[in-house]
């Protein structure tokens, strides 16, 4: 089983930046073919997600400006960021990897270890392992972790999905806590979340840009389908198990815990997971009535927008799970301890995107 534990790492701080632009999902009806007993309203209702952050920019535009307020705010000097990872679906290009751009925009040391992680859903608790394992196996003392996704063509009749990057600073601490985590895989699904064209499987044709129907929509090759009902069973069946197996395996009472972050899937399902769990629903905040399912910058979103105020000033013990695309799954469980929350920053398109790295 993956069962993974690190000692003498802590999470220091948490910053996340979104597009300015605010799109409506009451506004859908001109573009989306509702019918008359499923209108906008009830997508709403049935989803959590009223409105999302669309834009042009990329997840490493996005992700930089998350990682300069939160290096600020830290008072972090850049020359002591000794490794940067980068977690999304949506890398700048297909090679170089992304982290080796935001290397030299984010002005990094020259020295700092740099990796993409192709991840979505589960990503930001891959990427924490990934900081935390380098922090504790090594002479590395200062990390950066950048998470999320975004298209430079939106999809914006899609209702479900907005555009997120976040940053997480994990560092060494003689006398942290640690992080405890639970991951798994199921390959046997992996055709459930999905983009089908584009990678070195099928690469693009003329047939790329065909749509045909899926899921109840029209779509076409390049664009991700989804399996809706197994992704739902999917996800209220995993992330409940897989928290209750964390807490057996390191023997705590999961039930003890300040607040437990799920992956803004949709509110339908989370509300499942929560009464799985049998967890008080004002230890469960969500952020997906303002942002929608913004991938792996889900989780560390929430805690900048609905915990800013509520975890600096005393220790705070999260449960975090996320579940999704692949099909995989990760949760871990920590604790804060005036952890920095930066103010969310919204990024206009015109600022948000440096000439320099693109092609």
């Not at 008359?36 to 042009?56: C, H, M, Q």
């Not at 900048?304 to 099909?327: A, D, H, Q, R, W």
């Amino acid at each position: 089983m993956a069962f993974l534990e690190f000692k003498n790492v802590k999470i220091s701080g948490v910053a996340a930046a979104v597009p300015e632009r605010i799109f409506s999902n009451t506004e859908l009806r001109q573009g989306m073919d509702f019918s008359s007993d499923y209108t906008p309203e009830a997508f709403i209702n049935s989803t959590g997600v009223k409105e999302r952050r669309l834009g042009n920019l990329t997840a490493s535009d996005l992700g930089y400006f998350a990682a300069e307020k939160l290096i600020y705010d830290l008072g972090w000097q850049k020359q002591d960021v000794e490794a940067l990872i980068f977690v999304s679906q949506m890398a700048d290009y297909f090679l170089p990897a992304t982290a080796c751009i935001l290397q030299d925009r984010l002005g990094l040391q020259k020295d700092c270890y740099a990796m993409d992680i192709a991840m979505g859903c589960s990503g930001w608790v891959y990427g924490l392992n990934s900081a935390a394992s380098l922090i504790s196996a090594n002479n590395i003392h200062k990390v950066l972790l950048i998470a999320g996704d975004a298209k430079r063509r939106a999809h914006y009749d899609d209702p479900l999905f907005g555009h997120a990057a976040t940053a997480t600073a994990i560092e060494y601490d003689e006398n942290g806590s640690g992080l405890k985590f639970h991951f798994g895989t199921d390959g046997s699904g992996f055709d459930a979340i999905i983009i089908p064209d584009g990678g070195a499987r099928n690469q693009i044709t003329e047939k790329s840009f065909h749509f045909d129907e899926n899921d109840g929509k029209l779509v076409h090759r390049l664009q991700p389908r989804m399996k809706g009902m197994d992704v739902f069973a999917f996800g209220i069946t995993t992330a409940p198990k897989s928290i209750k197996m964390l807490g057996e395996r390191f023997k705590f009472d999961y039930l003890d815990y300040d607040y437990y972050l799920f992956h803004q899937a949709n509110m339908k399902m989370n509300n499942q997971i929560v009464k799985k769990l049998k967890l008080s629903p004002e230890k469960v905040p969500s952020c997906m009535f303002h942002f929608g399912n913004t991938s792996s910058a889900s989780i560390p979103l929430t805690i900048v927008t609905e915990l800013s105020n509520l975890v600096y000033s005393k220790p705070t013990k999260f449960i975090c799970c996320g579940f999704g695309v692949g099909l995989s799954w990760g949760t871990v469980a920590f604790e804060t301890n005036s952890l920095i929350v930066s103010e969310l920053v919204e990024v206009s398109d015109e600022n948000g995107i440096n000439n320099k790295y693109v092609v």
